[in-house]
């Protein structure tokens, strides 16, 4: 009796001790799973999207000082952090001269791109921030600059007279010009200016000169958060025909920024939680806009077998396979990629305009499709990360263990 009192007590113990070496397996099985798809942020620093040794210039050292008071003030995401006349962004950084006006060592996520913008003539009057977006504006309003800090780092500069523009390219920054766009390259950076009404573009010196009657240069980087190329080209010369409405970025702690392409054109969230995202839209201009879409880490979530779809007016969209397709549409139409870790860019074609209201809702992959008359096509699923390997299987031997070893008794 003893004896089988003594080989309980040994089978207790060594199922206690194979228990404990399991759990502590558990999370580095989970990592060689594959348990962050898409990789990971980190805590919503714009830098987290590139390493430090990519970084360089001044830049460098203003992403580096902003995330460390950004994360001091325990401020997350995307907006503006002022001190001693800088702007620290989630993704953009910069200085602003308080006699000329000029933007100064304007960098993306520590990569300095101009070492200044500089509007001839503008006469410096304020400089305003709300949230993600900073306005610099002239004494008769004749320009404003607009930086946004967000994952395309957009700058909008609109002027109501004639006006030269310049662009001081830092030091390992290249452009050239395709047609009437300017692409500007620095690194893994890629990015566009695009002007309206612009009269004469030179290229020279490290300088980029656009010359304007009246209207909006456009400064816009492929989103360094989802840098998806292909489609964002084309987006800046629909900028050019008056087809490119607005943007639409929200992120960390449901932080987000709204740019606005064309006059006349408003935009608003009206509500937002897990499954589903709520904007109206109007344009006093009727005719047909494209807008994008940039979802990175929101409180909007899908899981392994949902899909995204897009709701206008409370009918569901017409869904395309490629940009290029959304590009050619003449009906109202969205496209969209998810490459995973809970990020999402999409972007819509809204066929014509008074006040239409828009639905990000997320569904179950098995919730029927929408009848079309378009060959049907297949939604994004995100896939299931893997379980890890040989838990179950290790809890089966082990409890299939105790039972032999209790009948055995018995």
Known sequence: MSMEVNNMKRLIKITAFLLV???????????????????????????????????????????IRGNEMRGTQGMMGMGFMHSQGSSYGNYVTFSVDNNTGAVMDYGIV????????????????????????????????????????????VINIG???????????????????????????????????????????????????????RGN???????????????HRRFMGEMMRNRAGAEVSVGVSDKYSITNYSEGMNVMIRSMDRNRMRMTVNST??????????LDNSSMMWNPGQRVRLYLDNKPMRQVMTAEELYDAKESSFWLTMPGGNRMQAMMYIANFSERVVDVVVEEESTPAPTSTEAPVKTPVLTSTPAAPGFEIALGLLGAGVVYRLRRKS
Request: aromatic share 4%.
């Open 21 to 63: 070496v399991i759990m502590l397996a558990v999370p580095v099985l989970g990592q060689m799973g594959g348990g962050m798809m898409g990789g990971g942020t980190d805590g919503g620093m714009g830098s987290g999207m590139m390493g430090s040794d990519m970084m360089r210039g001044k830049a460098k050292d203003m992403m």
């Open 110 to 153: 520590g990569v300095t791109i101009f070492d200044s913008i500089k509007v001839a003539g503008f006469d410096f009057k304020e400089s305003t921030t709300m949230g993600a977006l900073t306005r610099i504006i002239n004494r008769d309003g004749s320009a404003v600059i607009q930086l946004h800090d967000n994952p395309a780092a």
């Open 159 to 213: 002027t109501k007279a004639s006006a030269t523009i310049t662009f001081d390219l830092a030091d390992g920054v290249n452009a050239s010009k395709e047609d009437n766009i300017v692409r500007i390259e620095a690194g893994n950076l890629t990015a566009f200016i695009a002007s309206t009404n612009a009269t004469s573009i030179n290229i020279a010196g490290g300088e980029i000169r656009i010359g304007s009657v």
């Open 217 to 231: 240069a456009v400064f816009r980087a492929i989103p360094v958060n989802m840098p998806a190329d292909g489609m």
């Open 285 to 294: 201009d009727p005719s047909g806009k494209f807008m994008m879409m940039n």
